[in-house]
Nanobody, 124 residues
Framework: QVQLRESGGGLVQPGDSLRIACTDS????????MGWFRQTPGKERDFVAS????????DYADSVAGRFIISRDNARSTLYLRMTDLRPEDTSVYYC?????????????????WGQGTQVTVSS
């Protein structure tokens, strides 16, 4: 059973860095392709990054490429998103998601399992 929980969100200033995490309490984390999405009120949930099973291939949205890094620790059943050079437009609720697909996945409909989200606010 997949049970995802995000942590690590908060309020930061423009230019700051932040790492958020997503932990799965189920037994099969290492077999999922994992993704990060973000959503602001009144807008669609947007793809941020994914890391695939089994080869750890990474994929990023153009808006975060070069600033964000997605990684995973299968021994800890944890997914990370390291965010640097944060901008006010990065303000959003960030969601982790899991799928049994074995390739990078960019659309929310490809992910059946979701966490509850963590708020990241970038403001001076």
């Amino acid at each position: 059973q997949v049970q995802l929980r995000e942590s690590g969100g908060g309020l930061v200033q423009p230019g700051d860095s932040l790492r958020i995490a997503c932990t799965d309490s189920g037994p099969d984390f290492s077999t999922y392709t994992m993704g990060w999405f973000r959503q602001t009120p009144g807008k669609e949930r947007d793809f941020v990054a994914s890391i695939s099973y089994p080869d750890f291939s990474r994929d990023y949205a153009d808006s975060v490429a070069g600033r964000f890094i997605i990684s995973r620790d299968n021994a800890r059943s944890t997914l990370y998103l390291r965010m640097t050079d944060l901008r006010p437009e990065d303000t959003s609720v960030y969601y982790c998601a899991a799928t049994f697909k074995s390739h990078p996945a960019r659309t929310s409909k490809e992910y059946p399992y979701w966490g509850q989200g963590t708020q990241v606010t970038v403001s001076s």
